[in-house]
């Protein structure tokens, strides 16, 4: 009986050390497994917190695209007007060119007109200091037939 005892005994010692060594392992691995746990955790921490960046982010970049659109409208309106001012300008200006090519005609005709009314009154000036020297010769040559 105390050799059936003592068997038991070490069985039950055997299947205890059996169980520790059991136990030491699990805890191992409950310890490693925390361990996993508690950097998956920091990683998705991390990626949510990237993911947090990359909204705000696209967030801000769509308002700049909503700005961006706007200025662009505004741009457009700003270049319509401008471009209706230049094509005003360029009618005005093309109005104000044959208006001025215009007088400058008109002022040609005049100083043609001009020049020929000097050259008549030139001729005309000629003609009568002409006839006054003949006079005066004529009236010498008489007041000499009747001094004479």
Same mark, same amino acid.
């Given at each position: 009986?105390?050799?059936?005892?003592?068997?038991?005994?070490? /069985? @039950? !010692? %055997?299947?205890?050390?059996? #169980?520790?060594?059991?136990?030491? =392992?699990?805890?191992?691995?409950?310890?490693?497994? &925390?361990?996993?746990?508690?950097?998956?955790?920091?990683?998705?921490?991390?990626?949510?917190? /990237? @993911? !947090? %960046?990359?909204?705000?982010? #696209?967030?801000?970049?769509?308002? =700049?695209?909503?700005?961006?659109?706007?200025?662009? &409208?505004?741009?457009?309106?700003?270049?319509?007007?401008?471009?209706?001012?230049?094509?005003?300008?360029?009618?005005?200006?093309?109005?104000?060119?044959?208006?001025?090519?215009?007088?400058?005609?008109?002022?040609?005709?005049?100083?043609?007109?001009?020049?020929?009314?000097?050259?008549?009154?030139?001729?005309?000036?000629?003609?009568?200091?002409?006839?006054?020297?003949?006079?005066?010769?004529?009236?010498?040559?008489?007041?000499?037939?009747?001094?004479?």
């Amino acid at each position: 009986k105390a050799l059936v005892e003592k068997a038991t005994a070490e /069985k @039950v !010692s %055997d299947e205890l050390e059996a #169980m520790k060594e059991s136990n030491a =392992q699990k805890e191992k691995e409950i310890t490693k497994l &925390r361990h996993e746990a508690e950097k998956s955790q920091k990683g998705i921490e991390h990626l949510s917190n /990237k @993911v !947090s %960046d990359a909204e705000a982010r #696209m967030s801000l970049a769509e308002q =700049q695209c909503v700005g961006l659109k706007d200025s662009i &409208r505004m741009m457009q309106t700003e270049n319509e007007a401008l471009t209706k001012g230049k094509d005003d300008l360029e009618a005005r200006f093309l109005t104000e060119k044959t208006k001025l090519s215009e007088d400058i005609a008109d002022l040609m005709d005049t100083v043609d007109k001009l020049k020929k009314e000097m050259a008549s009154l030139h001729t005309f000036k000629q003609k009568h200091e002409e006839r006054t020297r003949w006079l005066e010769q004529a009236r010498l040559i008489q007041s000499k037939k009747s001094d004479g």
